[in-house]
């Protein structure tokens, strides 16, 4: 529709038209926004200063004798509209020498279109950065900043607070959307990340979602007014206010903007609402007001004097100025009065080179290049100070002028500082009031949290494992000091060495499980992986492989018919090779493993979680240290089987054996209730491990507790009774060296204890008489004479062969049984009448 309206304006630019006859007064077309339902409708207030403007440049004999008209109508800041109203005021007389023209839209099509007519556009209310191309915009000029001189005073801000990850949401418009290439090329330079950017037509409620699933904390929202009650609605709706978050809003909204026109908009949030999800946001604008309320501008009134007339003009035409409900547009009423002073005195500088050239400004028509061009050098040089500040124009055409930086606080506008794009230079007053008391964080910081073990579990596990060692220790001492006793010697002494030996690496394994990120550093945790996984792997080989063996040997005892079979099975070796095959088993597969696939440092990540005792913007990511290797479920199932195997066939065997008592083997009932134990806890806790590989104290708690348990138990139900059994007979003799397999029964063992005793007795009582003999022989002598003492001599003999007989006898049975204990020849008749003896 505008690419057709210019091209009917185009193709009628051949229509000649003439000034008024009235050639004192030099005529300006203005397109105001004034009534519209979108976009800018900034027309409601600089209407009536340009009317101002006017009024005081023909009072003020700046343009010599002429005087400065304006013709205009409402483009509702709509392009296609706004042409319309172009070709009106072009093709309608009087002929028009200047545009004036606002919203960026409607300033984009006509300045567009004005160099066809050579005619020079100034815009009192466009900031779209598109309109700074001077290639496609070559006559344009505009008393509004561009767009652009807010992304230095933004990029600055985020600088001076930290803010590196940003997030953009834009209406589509140009005006934005040439904003926001602007913004993420300057981002780009200065290493400042846009995570997202959100555009929307005329409803915002998706974008505004797509933010929050984005973790947008410091968001740019560049839209018109209309729209940004809209967000800011749905901003409350999703909670994305607050002390987390940071809205820059554009700066030229009315004060009040987020309180007013909400039912008649069908905003559904309340003022209480939108206030609470408008507090802390933050605007920059260019500075539209001249800073200095005392300094007399051009105009010979200072811009309070000019705000004092904008309003008593605005409350004519119905407006509530004094309860603060300013039309739209009021903050840009500066910049549309100085555009009237910029083209007057554009018009002065003109006339007076065309008057030394003998020509007059009157004389201008749509095919006067000349005249254009001189139009276009006057106001291009043109510098004043006006309401709005100093007013002066780059080459680009845009306005240069300070940005001011706001913050909403308790509901109202607070200054903050402003910001000179020119010199790079920001003033701030340190009047910035954050919610939560703290500058918010551009991002959820995520605080990596490794789990580790508590350490009152790990001092207490550990603890236990040390008295375990020691005990294992102990009783290795105590195996080796007593090894030459029946009661050690017929357990065999060497396997229970082995199994002690890996009761203690079973047991040291809990202290290298207890080792995590708290204790040692990542880069040695895998090696802590390699040494754990080879010592509890040998450790168990070690202790459960010893009693294995023993059962195993029960077993082939056990279903051995003769007794020199049993002779042949009772080779020692025989058992050691069983636990140094199964060891050779255990070292293949853990070389394979470390060589082919070693094990590795990896990180269970879980869910984020909010801190408990913080108030900061902190989500905490909480991680685990596992070791695992790339095909560990493979290795890991190979060992488990192997394993599994050798207890289900030590249950096998122990159960096979469970009432078997043989002399050979005098602890393989203990033997056997031990593997009982600890398949079934291996088969317990191995799947509650596999669940709560995730729950570190619940993981290693088991481990431990299982290692613990078996070993403990191991220990006691094979050693307890035998140190019970040295203790209650210290004066056990060693068993003989040549026969080491032999042994008596326990009922054997009572009777040569009761031969003993009665021995001694025995022996006791011939020493009391013997000793009693002596005094007899003593007092006869001494009583009796020499024959006397001959018969005394024959009754003494008499009974000390009688007692010598005594003596002999006994001591002849107690050599026989000793002779049959020992295995010296004795046969069994002589043992059954010595005992009967």
């Avoid at 409900?325 to 080179?353: C, H, S």
Wanted: hydrophobic share 40%; net charge neutral; glycine share 6%.
């Amino acid at each position: 529709m505008i690419r057709f309206a210019v091209v009917v304006i185009v193709l009628l630019t051949d229509v000649p038209f003439s000034l008024e006859e009235d050639d004192n007064v030099l005529h300006i077309g203005g397109i105001f926004p004034i009534r519209g339902k979108g976009g800018w409708q900034g027309g409601q207030a600089c209407e009536p200063a340009v009317r101002l403007a006017l009024e005081d440049v023909n009072k003020n004999s700046i343009l010599s004798g002429y005087q400065l008209k304006l013709h205009w109508n409402d483009s509702e800041c709509d392009p296609g509209l706004g042409a319309s109203v172009m070709y009106d005021l072009l093709y309608n007389k009087p002929q028009k020498l200047m545009l004036l023209a606002g919203c960026s839209t409607v300033c984009t099509t006509v300045a567009e279109a004005a160099k066809m007519w050579n005619l020079v556009v100034l815009c009192y209310g466009a900031s779209s950065p598109a309109l700074s191309d001077r290639n496609r915009f070559p006559t344009l000029f505009r008393t509004h900043p561009s767009a652009t001189v807010h992304s230095p005073t933004r990029i600055t801000l985020m600088k001076k607070f930290e803010w590196y990850r940003i997030a953009i949401l834009q209406q589509t418009e140009e005006v934005f959307i040439s904003t926001v290439e602007d913004i993420e090329t300057r981002c780009k330079q200065n290493g400042i990340e846009i995570i997202t950017r959100q555009s929307f037509v005329s409803d915002p409620a998706d974008a505004v979602k797509n933010l929050r699933r984005q973790d947008a904390r410091i968001i740019v929202g560049l839209f018109y007014v209309v729209a940004a009650r809209k967000v800011l609605c749905e901003m409350y709706k999703q909670q994305l206010y607050g002390k987390a978050y940071v809205w820059f809003f554009i700066g030229w909204y009315k004060d009040n903007w987020f309180e007013v026109n909400l039912k008649e908009e069908g905003i559904k949030c309340t003022k209480k609402e939108m206030r609470i999800a408008a507090e802390g946001h933050i605007t920059t604008e260019a500075l539209m007001w001249n800073q200095n309320v005392n300094q007399k501008t051009i105009s010979g009134q200072t811009s309070e004097d000019f705000r004092k007339r904008l309003e008593n003009v605005l409350r004519l035409e119905g407006y509530a100025i004094d309860r603060h409900r300013y039309p739209e547009g009021y903050q840009e009423a500066p910049l549309a009065y100085d555009a009237v002073w910029a083209v007057a005195l554009a018009f002065n500088k003109t006339m007076t080179i065309l008057e030394k050239q003998g020509k007059s400004i009157t004389s201008f028509n749509y095919n006067n290049k000349e005249i254009a061009d001189h139009i276009y050098s006057a106001i291009n040089s043109t510098q004043f100070l006006g309401i709005s500040g100093w007013v002066a124009f780059s080459s680009q055409g845009d306005r240069i002028a300070l940005t001011q930086i706001e913050q909403v606080i308790n509901g109202k506008y607070v200054k903050l500082g402003y910001y000179d794009t020119q010199d790079d230079n920001l003033t701030w007053f340190d009047k910035e009031k954050w919610i939560g008391g703290k500058v918010p964080q551009d991002r959820t910081v995520i605080r990596r949290v490794l789990r580790t073990l508590s350490i009152p579990l790990l001092i207490c596990m550990w603890v236990i494992t040390t008295i375990g060692i020691l005990g294992a220790v102990s009783l290795i001492v105590f195996n080796v000091l007593n090894h030459h006793r029946r009661v050690i010697a017929q357990s065999y002494p060497a396997c229970n060495t082995i199994m002690l030996s890996g009761c203690v690496l079973s047991l040291s394994s809990i202290y290298l499980f207890g080792l995590d990120g708290q204790i040692i550093s990542p880069s040695v945790f895998p090696n802590i992986c390699q040494i754990k996984t080879w010592v509890l792997s040998i450790g168990f080989t070690l202790g459960y492989g010893a009693m294995y063996s023993k059962v195993w040997r029960v077993h082939r005892l056990h279903t051995s018919q003769k007794k020199s079979a049993i002779r042949k099975a009772l080779q020692p070796w025989k058992m050691y090779s069983i636990v140094i095959f199964l060891l050779a088993v255990d070292v293949a597969i853990l070389f394979l493993w470390q060589c082919m696939d070693p094990l590795k440092r990896d990180i269970q990540v879980f869910p984020m979680e909010n801190p408990l005792n913080s108030n900061d913007d902190i989500k905490i990511r909480p991680e685990l240290e596992h070791c695992k290797s790339e095909n560990h479920n493979f290795w890991l199932s190979l060992t488990l089987s192997y394993k599994g195997l050798l207890l289900l066939f030590g249950l096998f065997v122990s159960y096979e054996t469970r009432s078997v008592k043989l002399r050979q083997i005098n602890d393989s009932r203990y033997v056997g209730m031990s593997i009982y134990n600890v398949v079934v806890t291996c088969l317990i806790t191995t799947p509650v491990i596999m669940v709560t590989a995730s729950q570190q104290d619940a993981s290693f708690a088991f481990v431990a507790l299982s290692v613990i348990f078996c070993c403990f138990l191991s220990m006691a139900l094979i050693f307890v009774p035998k140190v019970i059994e040295v203790i209650r007979d210290p004066h056990d003799k060693p068993e003989s060296k040549y026969n080491p397999d032999a042994g008596m029964s326990k009922e054997d063992e009572d009777k040569y204890k009761r031969l003993i005793e009665e021995n001694k007795q025995l022996a006791a009582k011939i020493k009391e008489k013997e000793e009693r003999l002596k005094q007899l022989k003593s007092d006869l002598f001494s009583l009796r004479g020499d024959t006397d003492k001959t018969e005394l001599k024959w009754n003494d003999e008499s009974q000390l062969t009688e007692h010598s007989f005594l003596s002999q006898s006994v001591n002849k049975d107690t050599l026989i049984v000793a002779d049959f204990i020992t295995g010296e020849g004795t046969s069994d008749s002589a043992f059954i009448a010595a005992i009967k003896n």
